[in-house]
């Protein structure tokens, strides 16, 4: 009787327990953010490219949900870097007046809180593979942000190690030049890769490096297959000069920025396949995007904003609207699609309300847990409100559901610009001169809002 009794104690625990780790695996996802640099809005397949092929990530949309109208919070690359990981404007923490150089004193201050640190709280694995460019001092590189592992580049591919000298011409037919030659990686760049704090490559042959960010990334969910793990991808491309491995090359440059993408896609579709054969696609969290719009001056070897007005550097849709997937089996119901105003900002504290947990008392940030969104197709969203500041941090602007407004100076001029975003998502028709009550409603927020940022912002790092 007691060899029965044994017996029923043994499959109840083993009941038990199977719930109970089912549960805290269900409030333990994990996490992968995959970040392409410069890849414009309209870039994709799912977001209506013609000439690109993406399948992968199609597939992610298919089965995932859309957001048509997902905002970085700068159309540059390290204060929209900074909003993705920290849930702020850039302005709160000091990383809003523009890109930093190798030559840069400055950074991601370290007591900040980030995505990484949150999880890391929390037990989770966590890793950055690809650019940093939240500075590249010790004090301001990964580890010091939550992250147990960093491999990639810690600044842009066009810029060289240590004071971003010596770099080729890109103007005119220079980056055609530069796609001809595969091997000018290594004989026209200075960049470094990065393994934690050590440089172990210079200069880093960018041929091949996509592939190797996707390489570390299997190699880091395989590791932590049984534990939960935060992956953030960020891409060093399809920011310029672009380049593939030879195996895949194709020589024509008008086709570059199409071949680059293209191979993107190929490794989204790895990192995808490797998250099946784990099994852990009903428990992990996949979100594609790209931290600004695309780099139009480039012309080929940039990309589209599709329907969307300019590109990087600007603070018209073009700029800051941004492509974005979210895959969740289980979760997301698929082939769906957001079009409520959804930020980068807004990742942290939705990823907190998604693991149950709570984001630090009296720690002021910018972002609105949005979960409700990836749950429901139907849901209307936390956030209303959304301010444009200009790559230099100028405040430019405000949305307040359809309506934006902006506010630039050229030369001693001030324009004033008002669009009815529901209708009018291309920019084309400026309405300030028949709402001028609007006008003036929408100027007071922006000035209220941004005063507000200004008065409890905290400070970047600096060397001192």
């Known amino acids: 009787m007691k060899r029965y009794i044994y017996r029923f104690g043994l499959i109840v625990f083993s009941l038990l327990g199977g719930a109970l780790v089912s549960e805290a695996r269900e409030d333990r996802p994990n996490f992968v953010i995959i970040f392409t640099d410069d890849q414009g809005y309209g870039d994709l397949g799912c977001f209506g490219s013609k000439t690109i092929k993406t399948p992968n ?8 949900m859309k957001f048509t109208s997902f905002m970085v919070a700068s159309s540059l690359c390290t204060p929209s870097r900074s909003a993705l ?13 523009g890109v930093l150089f190798p030559s840069s004193k400055r950074g991601l201050n370290p007591k900040e809180y980030t995505i990484a640190d949150h999880l890391k709280g929390l037990g989770y694995a966590t890793a950055c593979i690809g650019k940093w460019h939240l500075g590249d001092h010790v004090e301001t590189l990964p580890r010091k942000h939550g992250f147990d592992y960093y491999y990639g580049i810690p600044y842009s591919n066009d810029m060289n190690h240590p004071d971003n000298k010596g770099k080729p011409k890109l103007k005119g037919d220079g980056l055609d030049v530069l796609w001809e030659d595969p091997g000018s990686t290594l004989t026209r760049w200075k960049t470094p890769l990065m393994e934690n704090e050590e440089i172990i490559e210079m200069p880093v042959d960018q041929r091949t490096v996509t592939r190797r960010y996707t390489d570390k990334a299997i190699d880091f969910m395989t590791e932590n297959k049984d534990k939960p793990f935060f992956l953030y991808l960020p891409h060093s491309m399809p920011h310029i000069p672009l380049y593939v491995p030879d195996d895949v090359y194709e020589g024509n440059p008008k086709n570059a920025y199409i071949h680059v993408i293209e191979y993107i896609d190929g490794e989204v579709g790895r990192v995808m396949d490797t998250i099946r054969e784990l099994k852990l696609e009903e428990n992990t969290y996949v979100i594609f995007a790209s931290d600004n719009g695309p780099w139009l001056t480039f012309k080929h070897h940039g990309g589209s904003a599709g329907k969307l007005r300019e590109g990087k550097g600007k603070t018209f849709e073009g700029g800051q609207r941004v492509p974005c997937v979210m895959w969740g089996p289980g979760r997301i119901e698929p082939r ?3 079009n409520e ?9 939705t990823i907190a309300r998604l693991t149950k947990s709570e984001l630090p008392r009296g720690h002021r940030i910018d972002g609105l847990e949005s979960v409700s969104l990836l749950l429901d197709d ?6 209303d409100e959304f ?3 200009a790559g230099k941090g100028a405040l430019e602007g405000v949305r307040k559901g359809k309506w934006k407004l902006l506010s630039k100076t050229k030369g001693k001029k001030s324009v004033v610009m008002l669009f009815d975003l529901e209708k009018d998502v291309s920019e084309k028709y400026n309405l300030a001169m028949a709402n001028p009550k609007i006008v003036a409603e929408l100027t007071k927020l922006m000035l209220v809002l941004d005063s507000e940022i200004e008065k409890n912002a905290r400070l970047e790092w600096t060397i001192k």
Do not use: N, Q, W
């Open 85 to 97: 990981l920290t849930g702020c404007y850039p302005k709160r923490i000091g990383l809003h007046k």
């Open 336 to 338: 769906t699609e957001c």
């Open 378 to 383: 139907k849901a209307i969203g936390s956030r």
């Open 57 to 64: 990530i199609d597939k992610m949309a298919a089965e995932g």
């Open 341 to 349: 105003l959804l930020t980068t900002m807004d990742l942290l504290p």
């Open 387 to 389: 301010l444009y500041y």
